[in-house]
């Protein structure tokens, strides 16, 4: 099962990730919710997710300085950074990392449902050979 974090600094967004993820046949469960990277910090600590569904640009904490701060605590914790954002310098900054998965806003629905499915598929099989 998922067990995800949204981070957003807007409630309309995170609200539209909400609706998203519940047209799609995955198993998950939204955890909680946070505002900027500081409260997410506070938030995974709480009830450790296994996926962080993020925005880039956030008051009081950046996403990529979240990123930063995530991995510190768990290096293989998966992360999708959904952000208008994304420009081929921050491409640059995010593609060594092999956790993590980005898309634009909008939502493109396609490439989040692959992604997510592709992160459910991974868990379960992390299931299974335990």
């Known amino acids: 099962m998922l067990n995800i974090l949204i981070v957003d600094d ?4 995170r609200k539209r990730i909400n609706e998203t993820l519940l047209k799609f046949d995955i198993n998950h469960t939204i955890v909680a919710e946070a505002e900027d990277g ?3 910090l506070e938030m995974f600590h709480k009830f450790n997710p296994n996926l962080i569904l993020t925005d ?3 008051p009081r904490m950046h ?3 979240l990123i930063e701060e995530l991995r510190k605590l768990n290096s293989s914790l998966d992360i999708v950074v959904i952000s208008a954002l994304i420009n081929e310098q921050i ?3 995010l ?9 634009k806003k909008p939502i493109d629905e396609k490439r989040i449902k692959h992604i997510l499915q592709k992160l459910e598929h991974k868990i379960q099989n992390k299931v299974r050979e335990s």
């Open 10 to 13: 807007s409630a309309m967004a």
């Open 56 to 58: 880039l640009e956030m």
């Open 95 to 103: 593609k060594h990392d092999r956790y993590l998965d980005f898309t």
């Open 63 to 65: 996403g990529l300085q």
């Open 38 to 40: 500081v409260q997410a």
């Open 91 to 93: 491409r640059q900054t």
